[in-house]
């Protein structure tokens, strides 16, 4: 019955997702990096995404060792529908700095998805000794902004020293703290105004953001994707910090007067090193850093500090639009605006139905562009206008074009006369009203067959096909539920049929059982003389996330017998030291720390890299055979 219940349940589930999605379309696997450009000192996004799988394996990512990684991979995945096509993705981003100037090709990556091999697009990245100019450039983690890997200054190693008796706030206060930038501190009611809320840091921390400002009273467009910040590296009263971009909005006001912008609060978890820990340090201050940044130094020799920074807030003064010279046709737009018009047909019979097109296009507060009034000749009925727009809201101010179709009937035969359409808007840099204008259309209909046109609905004109696909749609689950039901009725025969197949296999597992049970020393056996046989298995069976975790456990285990230290101490400086105690040769050390290394590696990788496990298993068993021939 368990059975039977998971698989209805799993059927179920299947149906929904045949009723609310559409078919995918065919695997692609894109590389992308942004910005294109940047300095030395900035950084950059790279994306490798896998659109439109049902199932990836794994991501092989290229070399990156011309860049530092300061954040990745970070695993991104999510699904997207729009006007009826539905987008799968997943894939992971690095945040790249470069560790020179000049112009890198990142070779394309690979990947394994829906049992095909998968190759990736190269790109290039030009990297120059002078900042580039752009704001910032793309980090992870909204939510979570990630420690800096390298912090501004590498020889300022007293913002992590925490002294005996020295003021702890004072410090903080000093080297970390949340700033507000806004484009302009006056501005028209409608005119944009570009916010900024960062976080500039010195510290080793993690941060969280505990509340974003929230903007009444404007209409906002966020500039930073959903879910990410940005990071970069930025000169402020001659020191340099780490500079994490928390928000950054285009806001519109939408009435006059003196509005305060909300602060924006972090959360802190700041790291600093204890004096005392240094002193007793014999390897010196860039061992002890580096050790830092690996968060290698014990509990003892870390001072922890938890606080919460609140941006200060910000005022912006919003002034009225003016009175004198306000159109009598003015609906709110400020920017710069030009208006067309066309008709979709200039002749046609009574039969058919009309439509006219006003396009307006520009910059400013879209949103305050609406359809324009229009003076209709008699003998022409007109009903309400449906918008279309193509903008681009990361442009200041918005800029791109708005389609208003008025679709329209002619009862009777004749030429027709439309008139300009006038569109007026206020403009902030001449701080005056202008009004565009259409040309004058000419309609000619002739008489017709006498059959009514087709049918307007609320805004949309709608011909006979139209509307039998969306009747079709309408009533799409007449379709659905017969097939639904088909479908039970043929998983209920499957069932039966499986239910027997099942008593077959337990009754030939049980048997299996007792064979193993006898082989149980045989196998132990064999454990004890090859360390890393669940590994091998694991190999065989081409089990990539398996591999490494059975691998990781099974060095660990063999490398702790071999030095008597405990498992929960393994180390690479550990390893070290106990080999030099046996007389073990430097190079094979090495290759340990390696090894331990590489493994970590693709532990930490969301998609771990099936294409290395042989390389890998090999060096991790002629590590095992130089150790016991050594013992």
Not at 220 to 234: C, K, Q
Not at 310 to 333: H, N, R, W, Y
Request: proline letters at 5%; a neutral charge; one cysteine or more.
């Amino acid at each position: 019955m368990v059975l039977y219940s998971k698989k209805l349940y799993l059927l179920f589930i299947l149906l929904m997702i045949i009723c609310q999605y559409d078919l995918l379309a065919q695997a692609s696997f894109t590389a992308k990096i942004s910005p294109g450009s940047i300095g030395k000192n900035e950084t950059a996004e790279l994306r490798l995404m896998i659109d439109n799988a049902r199932k990836v394996d794994e991501i092989i990512p290229p070399s990156l060792k011309d860049f530092i990684v300061i954040s990745g991979p970070n695993q991104e995945s999510g699904m997207e529908s729009n006007n009826g096509v539905t987008r799968q993705y997943i894939g992971i981003t690095y945040l790249l700095k470069p560790r020179s100037t000049g112009k890198f090709m990142i070779a394309g990556a690979m990947a394994k998805a829906d049992g095909k091999v998968l190759k990736g697009n190269a790109v290039t990245l030009e990297v120059t000794k002078n900042s580039t100019g752009a704001q910032n450039s793309p980090a992870t983690g909204f939510g979570r902004l990630p420690p800096f890997a390298e912090p501004a200054i590498q020889s300022s190693f007293n913002d992590f020293i925490i002294k005996k008796g020295e003021k702890v706030a004072e410090k903080i206060n000093k080297n970390i703290f949340i700033k507000v930038d806004v484009s302009k501190v006056s501005c028209y009611v409608g005119e944009p105004v570009i916010v900024t809320y960062k976080l500039y840091t010195r510290l080793k921390s993690e941060s969280g953001i505990t509340k974003n400002p929230s903007f009444n009273g404007f209409s906002v467009i966020d500039l930073l994707p959903p879910g990410n910040t940005y990071y970069s590296i930025e000169k402020l009263n001659g020191r340099e910090y780490n500079v994490y971009t928390l928000r950054k909005s285009q806001l519109y006001p939408l009435q006059p007067g003196p509005v305060e912008l909300e602060s924006a609060e972090v959360e802190n978890n700041i790291h600093f090193i204890k004096e005392e820990y240094i002193n007793r340090q014999r390897n010196g201050i860039d061992d002890m850093f580096r050790d830092f940044m690996q968060t290698a130094i014990p509990p003892d020799g870390i001072q922890d500090e938890k606080v919460t920074l609140q941006s200060k807030p910000a005022l912006i003064t919003v002034k009225a639009l003016p009175e004198k010279d306000k159109l009598p046709l003015f609906k709110g737009a400020v920017g710069n605006f030009t208006i067309e018009d066309a008709l979709e047909k200039n002749t046609f019979t009574t039969d058919d139905a009309g439509k006219l097109r006003i396009a307006v296009s520009g910059a400013g507060n879209m949103s305050m562009v609406i359809s324009p009034d229009i003076s209709w000749p008699a003998g022409i009925e007109a009903y309400e206008p449906r918008a279309k727009e193509q903008l681009d809201k990361l442009a200041v101010p918005v800029s791109g074009t708005k389609v208003f179709e008025y679709p329209f009937t002619v009862a009777k035969p004749g030429n027709y006369n439309i008139p300009a359409v006038a569109f007026n808007f206020f403009d902030v840099k001449e701080g005056i009203y202008k009004t565009v204008s259409t040309k004058p259309l000419l309609l000619v209909v002739t008489k017709g067959t006498g059959k009514t046109p087709p049918v307007i609905t609320g805004s949309v004109v709608k011909s006979g096909k139209e509307e039998f696909f969306e009747t079709l749609f309408t009533n799409r689950w007449l379709i659905v539920v017969p097939i639904a039901i088909l479908m039970l009725t043929g998983l209920f025969v499957w069932i039966q049929n499986e239910n027997k197949k099942q008593s077959r296999v337990e009754a030939r597992k049980k048997k299996e059982e007792e064979i193993a049970v006898e082989a149980s020393d045989n196998i132990a056996g064999l454990i004890r003389v090859n360390p890393l046989l669940l590994t091998e298995e694991k190999l065989a069976h081409q089990d990539t996330r398996g591999f490494y975790e059975t691998l990781n456990h099974e060095l660990r285990k063999f490398l702790a017998d071999k030095f008597q230290i405990s498992l929960a101490t393994i180390n690479k400086k550990k390893i070290a030291e106990e080999a030099d105690k046996k007389g073990i040769a430097v190079h094979t050390t090495l290759q340990i720390q390696q090894l331990l290394d590489d493994i970590e590696w693709e532990l930490y990788t969301p998609f771990a890299a099936g294409d290395r496990m042989q390389e890998i298993y090999d060096s991790a068993d002629s590590v095992v055979h130089v150790l016991n021939a050594n013992a």
